[in-house]
């Protein structure tokens, strides 16, 4: 059964963010899980890497006013200067020979672990979920670089996971029912369900009359998915999923 998300227009309800901006920031870290599954079952050529990398570069194109808004939203940290300039320079990476690409794959690994050691010092969850898709990106661009540089992934991996891991445990939605203003009515089944965000809460119901559904029925996972759309929770929770699944 296809469960349908719809999200009630309550008083005090936030309105649901565009996922526009983290779909095309989502496709950032999947071209690079998906390099780097290939790369390690060993089948690419030197010149289906620089493919995928010029691959990987369009995406990034594709995603860099997305990626640098939110870098923008926590301009205090000192790193963000620097891996602003390593995201704007990824147009670059499939014409530096060997060394300089390998420079910058440490480059970018030291600022997406500075990213998370702030992610884990803020103390707003707005602005760790703007931190939570600057790390995303940056790890995801930190394995390209290192598979297209031949660089070894692992010690970067397990760290990578740490930090989708912190942002899942962070901003993951927590949903709270309540009995809704229907469900006096005898042939009404009304439950509400508030949901915690980085941006706002979210409100979605459960509402039946007489034994049809006209919105819901809502499971744990649906909610959250539902809630968490647009937010950096739901590009780390899919990162992990991937991990899982690669058996890494």
């Known amino acids: 059964m296809v469960v349908l998300a719809v999200v009630v227009a309550l008083p005090g309800t936030a309105t649901p963010v565009r996922a526009t901006g983290a779909d095309s920031i989502k496709k950032v870290g999947e071209i690079a899980f998906n390099l780097f599954l290939e790369a390690r079952s060993g089948n690419l050529t030197e010149q289906q890497i620089i493919q995928a990398l010029q691959q990987f570069v369009a995406v990034v194109g594709e995603a860099q006013n997305e990626i640098l808004t939110h870098l923008d939203a926590v301009a205090a940290a000192p790193w963000v200067g620097a891996a602003q300039h390593a995201i704007l320079e990824i147009p670059s990476l499939p014409h530096l020979g060997e060394d300089p690409l390998q420079d910058y794959a440490l480059e970018v ?62 901003l993951e939605p927590r949903c709270v029912p309540s009995e809704g203003d229907m469900d006096w009515h005898p042939s009404i089944y009304h439950v509400v369900y508030t949901c915690s965000t980085p941006r706002g809460p979210r409100t979605f119901q459960d509402y039946q009359v007489d034994g049809d559904w006209r919105e819901g029925p809502w499971t744990e996972a649906t909610l959250k998915t539902a809630a968490g759309a647009g937010t950096s929770w739901v590009l780390a929770r899919d990162t992990l999923q991937r991990m899982n699944d690669g058996g890494m």
């Open 109 to 170: 690994a030291l600022h997406a672990r500075q990213a998370k050691s702030v992610f884990n010092a803020v103390q707003s969850d707005s602005e760790a979920d703007h931190l939570g898709f600057a790390i995303y990106s940056l790890y995801a661009v930190g394995l390209e670089a290192r598979v297209a540089a031949g660089i070894g992934t692992s010690t970067y991996l397990p760290d990578y996971r740490a930090a989708m891991q912190a942002i899942v445990n962070r």
